[in-house]
Every structure is written in structure tokens, then in C-alpha cells.
């Protein structure tokens, strides 16, 4: 996989508006610093996904986790993290349900639309099986003939 | 203080603002790791929004930079070396010495090798 440096680093924009946001109002960042805080936090995702890695392996498990990478947390000791970690996972675990919901009735809407198409051709099925078992029975031999087979 | 953390948790209320994708690739390099769920992804996502939080903040507190009203690099890379936490940042946050300052006590270090 060929992997540019600047591919592992974080939007500088983003990174920017979080420094802005958790700083007080006006305070300076110098370009320096906003560069070297980017940096820490690819280093972070590293540090972090390699800790929950190890949890993951130790549960004899191929995908990572929610929990692992909780679990990883409290391990590097940012349990500071865990409960807003917690809360936001309960918003998002919600709006994926909600996607999910959305999906899963558009393809009820659609199937209840084929149901509705197939119910008009099944009626047309029984009116000539109706009409069919008016004939001889030299038909019915036919047909347990192909059954056996 | 107080405003400062209403400023943090109404950030927080909103989502995420990183994006899931370049988490993804930076996770996908580390040696070892197979598939990541989707509920992980978005966790560790947001752990890394809080981590520049905390870095910014404890840097500001912990520096000089409150009377100069500003956050410099020598800020952060002190914060790594004095908090225990961010000790995993030394190597990619070195403080930094004037070169004439690193010379000077590069001859102090050989005068006192001379004495013995």
C-alpha cells in the first residue's frame, strides 16, 4: 500500500478549530504548535490502535472492538475519556439505528409493492388451476410421474 | 473555567468533526491490525478530538502562555516531558535548544572531562 506521509496526518483545518474551540477566546496558537499538536494526535490514533489491538488479540478476536479500544483508554490513562466516549457513542449507536430503520422501510415499501404485483398474478394462477382439474386424470399421471423423478 | 468547559461540551455535543475515513487509514498502518468495527472506528475518532482538547488545554495551563495570552510549541513539548500521560509524545515533541546554547555546553561537558 503506498501511503503518502501527508495521507496519515489529520485535516489541519479540523485540527485548528478543535485547538480553537477548547482554548479561551483570542488566544494565540502559533503554526508551530498547531502542526506539532496535529502530529500527536496521528501519533495518538497509533498509540491508541495498537493498544486496542493487544486487547482484541488477548480475546482471540480478528476485528477491533468498542470495548478495546475503551479498554485501551483506561490503559493509557485517559479516563477522563470514557465517559464522554460512552455518551457519544449512545448518540451515534442511535443514529445508525435510525439509518438503518429508514433503509429497512423503504425495502419493506418495496417488497409490500412486489407482494401486491404477485398477489394479482397468483389469483390469475388459481383460476387455471381451477379450470385445469375439470380435465381427465390422464394429466395427474403426468405430473406424479415427474415427481418420482 | 466554567466557560471554558461549556465551550468543550457544547464542541462535543455535536458529533464528530474529524473525518472517520483518515482515522481509518491511519489505524489500517499499524502492523497487525485485521478489520476495525464500525462502532470502534467512531470511538477512536472521537477520543482523538478529546486528545487535542486535552493537549491544547493542559499546554495553555501548564505554560507560559497565559500572560503572553498564546500557545507556543516550547509549551507543548514541556507539557510532554513534566505530564506522565503525554509522555508517549517525547520523541515527536523535543524541546528545542539554541544551537550556540548546545555548543556552549557541549565545551562545558569537555572541560569537565579535562579536570579528571
Known amino acids: 500500500m503506498a501511503e503518502r506521509p501527508e495521507d496519515l496526518n489529520l485535516p489541519n483545518a479540523v485540527i485548528t478549530r478543535i485547538i480553537k474551540e477548547a482554548l479561551p477566546d483570542g488566544v494565540n496558537v502559533s503554526k508551530e504548535a498547531r502542526r506539532a499538536i496535529s502530529q500527536a494526535a496521528s501519533v495518538f490514533v497509533l498509540y491508541a490502535t495498537s493498544c486496542a489491538n493487544n486487547f482484541a488479540m488477548k480475546a482471540k478476536r480478528k476485528t477491533l472492538n468498542a470495548g478495546d479500544v475503551l479498554a485501551a483508554m483506561e490503559e493509557m490513562e485517559f479516563e477522563r475519556f470514557l465517559e464522554p466516549l460512552k455518551e457519544a457513542l449512545e448518540v451515534y449507536k442511535k443514529g445508525q439505528k435510525g439509518k438503518k430503520e429508514v433503509s429497512e422501510q423503504k425495502r419493506k415499501d418495496k417488497e409490500k409493492k412486489s407482494d401486491l404485483e404477485s398477489d394479482k398474478t397468483r389469483e390469475e394462477e388459481e383460476e387455471e388451476e381451477e379450470r385445469m382439474e375439470e380435465e381427465p386424470d390422464a394429466e395427474n399421471e403426468v405430473e406424479e410421474e415427474e415427481v418420482e423423478n | ?116
Open chain 2, 1 to 116: 473555567m466554567v466557560n471554558l468547559k461549556n465551550k468543550i461540551e457544547q464542541s462535543n455535543k455535536k458529533n464528530i468533526s474529524l473525518p472517520i475515513s483518515r482515522v481509518r487509514l491511519i489505524m489500517k498502518s499499524s502492523p497487525d491490525v485485521s478489520s476495525i468495527n464500525q462502532d470502534a472506528l467512531f470511538l477512536t475518532t472521537k477520543a482523538t478530538e478529546l486528545f487535542v482538547q486535552h493537549l491544547a488545554v493542559s499546554s495553555f495551563n501548564n505554560g507560559s502562555g497565559k500572560e503572553t495570552n498564546s500557545l507556543s510549541y516550547s509549551d507543548l513539548a514541556n507539557t510532554a516531558e513534566e505530564t506522565e500521560t503525554f509522555h508517549f509524545l517525547t520523541d515527536i515533541l523535543p524541546k528545542k535548544i539554541l544551537a550556540r546554547d548546545y555548543l556552549k555546553s557541549l565545551e562545558q561537558m569537555q572541560e569537565e572531562e579535562a579536570d579528571y
